[in-house]
């Protein structure tokens, strides 16, 4: 354990991501907010400190329980922090919201033949007049 890491070194450290470059580019995006406001990708970690990460369609919240420079397996990782309560709660809700709206979806049986795809051409340049 170190007494002092770079934001990008512990996310990477965390496995949020799988390499440091893109734990950069993340955080040089905005993509990464600390305590609240943007950070820059050598701010030094604290604990204690909220971290929002973002991972596919979900954002995490987490507190720094503990500092590390060295990427190790996933259930040592998963010790440097802990997800808060109302990250796990917004992230359960968004789960049902997708699932829900994925269900209400009709998904076609086949892709549209010839004339078809003609039509719906034909169909979406009137529209735009």
């Not at 934001?7 to 907010?33: M, N, P, S, Y």
């Not at 050598?42 to 507190?63: D, F, M, N, Y």
């Amino acid at each position: 354990m170190s007494e002092s890491v770079r934001l990008d070194k512990w996310l990477w450290a965390a496995r949020f991501f799988k390499t440091r470059a893109l734990a950069k580019k993340a955080i040089e995006g905005g993509k990464v907010h600390y305590d609240g406001g943007r950070a820059k990708t050598s701010k030094q970690v604290e604990i204690g400190a909220l971290i929002r990460v973002p991972q596919g369609w979900e954002t995490l919240e987490v507190e720094v329980l503990s500092l590390s420079d060295q990427r190790r397996g996933a259930p040592e990782a998963r010790t440097l922090y802990a997800e808060t309560e109302e990250s796990a709660q917004r992230r359960a809700k968004e789960a049902e919201a997708r699932r829900l709206t994925n269900e209400a979806m009709q998904h076609p049986l086949k892709r549209p033949d010839k004339k078809q795809r003609r039509d719906i051409q034909r169909f979406q340049r009137h529209q735009g007049e």
